[in-house]
């Protein structure tokens, strides 16, 4: 069922051996077949990054939905998958890429042990070959391939000081100097996930590293370690090739959607200028979650909490405005103002002092009374001084 797509795998494997770039070098045979697997999926990796943003800004929102919900988690699920839809969001994003290299990892795991499987003896005596040499399954189709003749008949698999088609546990068991290239192919291995990991956790220093990533970040270099000391060597140079690969494409990323300079994004060190493409690279994210969270509180679709608020705000206006119109104050209308004689208004006959708007204003007897000052009657005393 699935021959036609191990077939397909080695003849591109066969037609990248034969270029005169690579020279009949396995190693590099392998190191193009990988590129090209990794620049298939690169438009799935940057969807993948831009989904990743998305989650990073909408964190603290997402974070009052499981503590407003930490009582019932069935209520929980069902109002961040409601928060999902509506921001379009898709929990699942980051990891789809991963997911679909997982078929190109088996086929390419199938081939390199297609390729150096051992022949039987009647494989052996139809092939004219040594039992237990190499007998290549999946260029069997191909039999003009050079790849075919360099290892039909062959029992090892010879590239940059190793025998690609043993793994790191055999060789060890000859000495640890046969074992040691394979040793540090592993430790380079382990040292590239682990720095993708870092490059991925650099980019939102305000925002907490969320705990999955946080065991991602020790477990996958482990992990990688383990896998590859007992695959053969062909496939750690896929798992070598792929993340190097990865980490110039975070890098590449990094630098253009989040702002963060070249070293900074390649070493994942540092901190970040994060005013970063939006989840669908249209627009500023702020990871913090600050503004997304005044956005929510001033009334978001999801409305928990604000409309509650602001209903009651509506009602405590709405009473206020109906005391205020039903009772007139007395300084409104019932009681005169205290302050009637120095409104600047003259009455009949009277002496009126005062300023009006800060200006002199006149009394009843034609006199002038001073800017702001107070009124100028003359008392019963000066009268009869004058008269004297």
């Known amino acids: 069922m699935f021959d036609p797509f191990f077939n397909g795998i080695a003849w591109l494997l066969a037609w990248f051996y034969e270029l005169p770039l690579v020279g009949g070098s396995y190693f590099w045979a392998i190191t193009l077949l990988t590129l090209t697997i990794m620049v298939i999926v690169t438009p799935l990796n940057v969807k993948a990054t831009r ?47 991963m997911l679909l290299q997982i078929p190109f990892f088996i086929i390419l795991y199938q081939v390199i042990y297609g390729l150096t499987r051992g022949a ?23 039999p003009d391939s050079e790849l075919y003749n360099a290892l039909l008949g062959s029992s090892d698999m010879p590239s940059v000081g190793m025998d690609l088609s043993r793994s790191a546990a055999a060789a060890l068991q000859d000495s640890f100097g046969a074992g040691l290239p394979y040793m540090v192919l592993i430790l380079v291995v382990a040292g ?19 705990p999955q990533q946080k065991i991602l970040l020790r477990v996958l270099p482990i992990f990688f370690a383990f896998i590859s000391f007992n695959f053969a060597a062909g496939l750690v140079i896929y798992f070598f090739v792929s993340n190097l690969y990865r980490i110039f494409q975070n890098a590449a990323i990094s630098m253009r959607l989040y702002n963060i300079s ?20 249209s627009g500023p994210i702020d990871t913090t979650g600050e ?46 103002s205290r302050n009637a004689k120095s409104t600047g208004r003259s009455k009949p006959g009277g002496n009126s002092g005062g300023t009006n708007n800060g200006k002199p204003s006149t009394n009843g007897s034609g006199r002038t009374t001073p800017k702001g000052g107070s009124s100028s009657r003359s008392t019963p005393a000066r009268r009869k001084k004058k008269r004297s």
């Open 51 to 97: 989904s990743m943003m998305t989650m990073s800004a909408m964190a603290p929102e997402m974070k009052k939905i499981q503590q407003e919900f930490a009582d019932d988690r069935q209520k929980m699920n069902e109002e961040l998958l409601a928060f999902y839809r509506e921001n379009k969001i898709n929990p699942l994003g980051g990891c789809l890429p």
């Open 120 to 142: 039987s003896a009647d494989q052996a005596a139809t092939l004219g070959i040594e039992e237990g040499t190499f007998a290549p399954k999946y260029l069997d189709q191909f």
């Open 192 to 210: 590239s996930a682990f720095l993708q990991q870092k490059q991925m956790s650099v980019r939102n220093p305000n925002v907490e590293m969320p």
């Open 262 to 281: 070249g070293v900074q994004a390649l070493l994942g060190i540092g901190a970040t200028n994060l005013a970063t493409a939006g989840g669908d690279g």
């Open 291 to 336: 503004e997304r969270t005044n956005k929510t509180d001033k009334g978001t679709p999801r409305g928990r909490g604000s409309d509650k608020n602001e209903t009651k705000g509506r009602t405590d206006k709405g009473s206020g405005s109906k005391g205020d119109a039903g009772k007139a104050t007395p300084s409104d209308s019932a009681k005169p």
